[in-house]
């Protein structure tokens, strides 16, 4: 089964990846949603100000739906051909670079950390990914099964092919 690529839909309707805009809403099997309840708010450490939008959090039953939309997800993501998820891989690392400065913005105000730091963090994450695609694509990945890996394609420390 191809693993299939959900993008959300920019503010105008079209095709636009991740919205750079924070909802504060959940985002769970493709779909963004507030529960009911009252949100929360934190203050920016570099501030004090209280961010925009409130933030809701997933009650227990929300969450145990996101982890079973994920367990479910699990064999058919397993089955795909290591190509398949380096494009997957591929896809998440362009979301990230595609937010732009809007992403280090955001994070600069709710951490007080420096921007040339989060710059810094966010490219070791994006060649992190970059190095697990061209691995990927040169070797099997590890089959994993929901108790663990099954068999390795990979050279295990210590081998003569390490």
């Known amino acids: 089964m191809p693993i299939a690529?959900?993008?959300?839909?920019?503010?105008?309707?079209g095709q636009g990846g991740m919205s750079s805009t924070t909802s504060g809403?959940?985002?769970?099997?493709?779909?963004?949603?507030?529960?009911?309840?009252p949100g929360s708010r934190t203050n920016y450490?570099?501030?004090g100000a209280a961010?925009?939008?409130?933030?809701?959090a997933a009650a227990p039953a929300e969450a145990?739906?996101?982890?079973s939309l994920a367990s479910a997800c699990f064999d058919a993501y397993r089955e795909n051909t290591p190509s398949a998820r380096a494009g997957f891989l591929e896809a998440i690392a362009e979301e990230v670079l595609a937010?732009?400065?809007a992403l280090i913005v955001r994070a600069v105000a709710e951490t007080?950390?420096?921007?040339?730091?989060?710059e810094g963090e966010r490219a070791r994450t994006v060649g992190q990914e970059q190095l697990d695609i061209r691995m990927g694509r040169r070797m099997r990945f590890v089959q994993m099964t929901k108790s663990g890996p099954a068999e390795s394609g990979c050279p295990s420390a210590g081998?003569?092919?390490?």
């Open 159 to 162: 081998s003569p092919d390490w």
């Open 99 to 101: 937010l732009g400065p």
């Open 45 to 47: 450490p570099t501030n």
């Open 25 to 37: 809403a959940l985002l769970t099997g493709g779909e963004e949603f507030r529960p009911a309840g």
């Open 112 to 118: 007080g950390l420096a921007a040339a730091r989060l």
């Open 51 to 56: 961010p925009e939008p409130e933030f809701c």
């Open 5 to 13: 690529y959900w993008r959300r839909r920019d503010r105008n309707g």
């Open 64 to 67: 145990k739906r996101g982890g």
